[in-house]
């Protein structure tokens, strides 16, 4: 008797070697597919994909016909066992005509569960992959809703006295109009379980929420100073205004947004000694000088980042979510003075910019980058505010104006 399979079909618009690129290529599988994965497309080839939820699968390619085909081995955690997946490309008006077939998964009970659960999610995948190489939009970031947090890092052992928790994700700040802050939380709270979920590290938040939309309620439970505490909060939805169509028009308007940040820095640093620059405002917080670091090197981080979306890759890193403040404190301490900070924060911000004015056209053309690129600029006006609230409180509480 024949076992459960899965058969979907999709039109996108994205011509067929493209769309075959999306089965092949690690970072655009990454694009639509999966939070994590890698690929050697050739026969035999393996293929690993990920997500945030703690799924995975791996397998091997098998059938490869560049534009037309792809078929690839799958054996999800969780599965009753192996099964195959093939994908049929065609062109049609627009774009493509994509087809899959899912199969092999038998007829246990264990198996219709199995391909009832990926049904519904590669209907999901195929919407992503239609939006995607429509607009470039990523439906699981444009969907997703929002706690509304600043995350300054996660529980390690060596923090768990100082914070009275053994796991969990310490914020560093909250959205203002945001469910975390109506909801009470503020910096250096501590949630340790959301949705009745333990929370061991931001992983684990972001997979929780992942499976909430934005204006449901979600139970948060949270350690404040030792004490633990209970709140409902309501998730907010994602906000998105036009995006720049150009790289030149996203330059500019990163551009601005630098300018703006500038001027707020060289009022906030009037005056300032080179002891007061140094002085942190209390302990674990960083001095004005730390700040200035965390933000030229971030920046030198972004620029990484973006050469990498150049060059069609997309590196993710192992280890724990957060700052470090060994790289901070050095950072701080290569400069000879505030003066020389400022200005080495004002090369890399233009260097960013330069850059983005620098975008090859097939950068651009290719949606998912693009937009990725983009919308990763989003909140930059937030999180340079953010940054030069600290660097104005971080004065104030050393003994400055």
């Known amino acids: 008797m024949p076992g459960a399979e899965i058969r979907l079909e999709t039109k996108v618009a994205a011509e067929p070697a493209e769309v075959y690129q999306m089965f092949t290529n690690s970072t655009y599988l990454r694009y639509w597919l999966a939070d994590v994965a890698i690929s050697s497309p050739r026969p035999e080839g393996r293929l690993y994909l990920g997500w945030n939820d703690g799924y995975q699968t791996v397998g091997s390619y098998g059938k490869l016909d560049p534009g037309r085909r792809v078929?690839?081995?799958w054996h999800g955690s969780g599965d009753p066992g192996p099964t195959k997946v093939d994908i049929r490309i065609g062109p049609a008006e627009g774009g493509s005509l994509v087809r899959l077939r899912h199969w092999g998964f038998g007829d246990t009970r264990g198996a219709r569960k199995a391909a009832k659960s990926l049904k519904k999610a590669w209907t999901a995948a195929l919407d992503?992959?239609?939006?995607?190489?429509?607009?470039?939009?990523?439906?699981r970031i444009t969907r997703r809703p929002l706690l509304g947090i600043f995350v300054a890092g996660e529980v390690t052992p060596e923090r768990q006295e100082e914070f009275g928790v053994d796991h969990g994700v310490r914020?560093?700040?909250?959205?203002?109009?945001?469910?975390?802050?109506?909801?009470?939380?503020?910096?250096?709270?501590?949630?340790?379980?959301?949705?009745?979920?333990?929370?061991?590290?931001?992983?684990?938040?972001?997979?929780?929420?992942?499976?909430?939309?934005?204006?449901?309620?979600?139970?948060?439970?949270?350690?404040?100073?030792g004490e633990m505490r209970q709140a409902v909060m309501e998730l907010s939805g994602r906000q998105y205004?036009?995006?720049?169509?150009?790289?030149?028009?996203?330059?500019?308007?990163?551009e601005q947004t630098h300018q703006r940040f500038l001027v707020g820095l060289e009022e906030a640093l009037t005056g300032i000694t080179e002891?007061?620059?140094?002085?942190?405002?209390?302990?674990?917080?960083?001095?004005?000088?730390?700040v200035l670091a965390h933000l030229i090197e971030g920046e030198i981080d972004g620029h990484a980042l973006l050469v990498a979306q150049l060059e069609g890759v997309e590196p993710y890193y192992d280890g724990t979510f957060g700052n470090s403040n060994l790289r901070v404190h050095t950072g701080a301490a290569s400069y000879p003075d505030i003066r020389s900070m400022v200005d080495a924060c004002r090369r890399a911000l233009t260097q960013t910019v330069l850059l983005l004015t620098a975008l090859p056209e097939p950068v651009v053309?290719?949606?998912?980058?693009?937009?990725?690129?983009?919308?990763?600029?989003?909140?930059?006006?937030?999180?340079?505010?953010?940054?030069?609230?600290?660097?104005?409180?971080?004065?104030?509480?050393?003994?400055?104006?």
């Open 71 to 73: 078929s690839f081995g």
């Open 128 to 139: 992503n992959l239609s939006s995607v190489t429509e607009s470039g939009a990523d439906l």
């Open 171 to 225: 914020l560093g700040g909250v959205a203002v109009g945001l469910g975390a802050a109506g909801a009470g939380l503020r910096e250096n709270d501590v949630i340790t379980r959301v949705g009745g979920r333990m929370v061991r590290g931001f992983d684990d938040l972001r997979a929780v929420v992942s499976e909430y939309r934005a204006g449901d309620t979600i139970d948060v439970e949270y350690v404040r100073s």
């Open 241 to 254: 205004g036009p995006l720049p169509a150009t790289a030149r028009e996203l330059a500019a308007t990163v």
């Open 275 to 290: 002891e007061e620059a140094w002085r942190p405002p209390g302990e674990e917080q960083w001095s004005v000088r730390e």
């Open 365 to 401: 053309a290719r949606k998912p980058a693009f937009w990725r690129i983009a919308i990763g600029f989003g909140d930059l006006e937030s999180h340079l505010t953010e940054h030069l609230e600290q660097i104005k409180a971080a004065r104030a509480d050393s003994g400055g104006e």
